[in-house]
């Protein structure tokens, strides 16, 4: 709203840097679709203001971490076992750092030493990620066809079936490629 307000009033120029700071604190609020989605952005300045890419792209390695606590406890599910800690059975794992090492938008990595001595990395998905990546897709669905329509009034164009339609495909395109980077099993297959 602020947005269109300072180009209806003209100021889209003078509020750009207060706007692409706006831009990155909604993108982190949002979750992990839209810091994603932040993430591109941040590299196409032909399709954003330059402002806008700089401030973004900051989410390119400065994402907020989830709860370590809630981290340890899906680590602990996913391997069968009590809890992390020794005394519960904290089956093949001696040590884990307190907080991650590194935080991305689907998941966050933490430093671990294994029983047998090797260091390893373990990488943790945030809580409902696939659910809460869906939701968010269905949403930018809907939302598409506004979008190119707002975004072609804007710029004085008409807007036809096939525009709303390639926009359409390109968000399919791009949330595909997002859901297959949750996962993880795949993932480390490719690493293989």
């Given at each position: ?86 005394e519960n ?11 991650p090492v ?91």
């Open positions: 709203v602020k947005l269109l307000l300072d180009w209806r009033l003209g100021n889209l120029e003078e509020n750009e840097k207060e706007r692409a700071k706006e831009a990155l604190g909604l993108a982190t609020q949002m979750g992990p679709t839209f810091i994603k989605l932040g993430q591109a952005l941040s590299l196409r300045t032909d399709l954003i203001p330059e402002a806008y890419a700089l401030e973004l792209r900051q989410l390119q390695d400065a994402v907020p971490p989830f709860d370590s606590e809630e981290a340890f406890g899906i680590i602990a599910r996913e391997l069968g076992i009590p809890s992390l800690s020794a059975g904290g089956g093949i794992i001696k040590s884990i750092s307190a907080t590194a935080a991305a938008s689907i998941g966050q990595v933490y430093k671990a030493v294994l029983k047998d001595g090797r260091e390893v990395a373990i990488k943790v998905q945030r809580p409902n990620i696939l659910r809460e990546i869906s939701l968010d897709l269905y949403l930018l669905r809907l939302l598409t066809p506004l979008q190119v329509k707002v975004s072609n009034a804007i710029n004085k164009r008409s807007t036809s079936q096939g525009d709303i339609d390639v926009s359409l495909a390109l968000v399919d395109e791009w949330g595909r490629g997002f859901v297959n980077e949750v996962d993880y099993l795949a993932e480390a297959r490719n690493t293989e």
